[in-house]
C-alpha cells in the first residue's frame, strides 16, 4: 500500500527567502505525483502534476521535481511571499484510475 | 477551468439526524468522484470512489451504511452521512475526474460538518 510522507510538517520563513517542501512515497510504481495548495477551510487547488516519464515541472515560482528511484519528489519555490503561506500537499497516484494517496501536508508560513 | 462546487459549505446539526452533502462539476461530466475525509491538521483521507450509474466503492474502514453515497448523473454526487454523531465532525471534500481521461482531479471547496 502506498504510503506519502511530506516534511517538513511546517515551516516559518521570511520574505523572499528560497525554500524546498519535500515528498516522499514508498510504492514507486506511480502513474503521477501532483502538488497541491490548501488555504484554510479551503479545497485544494492544483499547482503541478508530474506523469511518472517526466523529471520536473515549472510553474512561474514553482518548480517540483520527481526521482521515482529514491522515491522522493520536491516542490521549489522561490523568492517566497506571503501569499504563499498555506498547506502544501502532494498526492501519488498509483494506476490511471486517478486514485490519489496523500501526504500529510506541510504548513508554510511566510513572514512579511 | 474546470469547476466543482458543494453544498453546503457548512452545516451543524444535532447527533443522531442525518446530513446530505451535494457534489457538482458545473462544467464538464465526470464519471468518477471521489469523497475524502479530512480532520483538523490532517492530510485528506478517501472514503469512497463513486462511479455513475454503479454502486460506490469505499476504503477500508468506512462503513458503507453510515455514508450513502450516490452517483446518480455524470454531474453530481451526493454523500449522506446517516445518523451523525459528533465523531463524524469533520471537512468533507469530493473531487471529479472529468470524462475522457484527463490526469487530474478537480476538488470541490470542502463543506465543513459540525456535530453536535
Known amino acids: 500500500k502506498q504510503e506519502v510522507t511530506q516534511i517538513p510538517a511546517a515551516l516559518s520563513v521570511p520574505e523572499g527567502e528560497n525554500l524546498v517542501l519535500n515528498c516522499s512515497f514508498t510504492d514507486s510504481a506511480i502513474y503521477n505525483l501532483q502538488w497541491f495548495r490548501q488555504d484554510p477551510g479551503k479545497g485544494l487547488t492544483s499547482l503541478l502534476l508530474?506523469?511518472?516519464?517526466?523529471r520536473e515541472q515549472t510553474s512561474g515560482r514553482l518548480n517540483a521535481s520527481l526521482d521515482k528511484s529514491s522515491g522522493r519528489s520536491t516542490l521549489y519555490i522561490a523568492a517566497s511571499q506571503p501569499g504563499d503561506s498555506a498547506t502544501y500537499l502532494c498526492?501519488?497516484?498509483?494506476?490511471?484510475?486517478?486514485?490519489?494517496?496523500f501526504g500529510g501536508g506541510t504548513r508554510l508560513m511566510v513572514k512579511p | 477551468g474546470a469547476v466543482v462546487s458543494q453544498h453546503p459549505s457548512r452545516v451543524i446539526c444535532k447527533s443522531g439526524t442525518s446530513v446530505k452533502i451535494e457534489c457538482r462539476s458545473l462544467d464538464f461530466q465526470a464519471t468518477t468522484m471521489f469523497w475524502y475525509r479530512q480532520f483538523p491538521k490532517q492530510s485528506l483521507m478517501l472514503m469512497a470512489t463513486?462511479?455513475?450509474?454503479?454502486?460506490?466503492?469505499?476504503e477500508q474502514g468506512v462503513e458503507k451504511d453510515k455514508f450513502l453515497i450516490n452517483h446518480a448523473s455524470l454531474t453530481l454526487s451526493t454523500l449522506t452521512v446517516t445518523s451523525a454523531h459528533p465523531e463524524d465532525s469533520s471537512f468533507y471534500i469530493c473531487s471529479a475526474d472529468p470524462a475522457g481521461g484527463q490526469e487530474t482531479q478537480y476538488f470541490g471547496p470542502g463543506t465543513r460538518l459540525l456535530v453536535l
Open positions: 508530474i506523469q511518472s516519464s517526466q
Open positions: 463513486s462511479n455513475e450509474g454503479s454502486k460506490a466503492t469505499y
Open positions: 498526492a501519488a497516484s498509483n494506476n490511471a484510475g486517478n486514485m490519489l494517496t
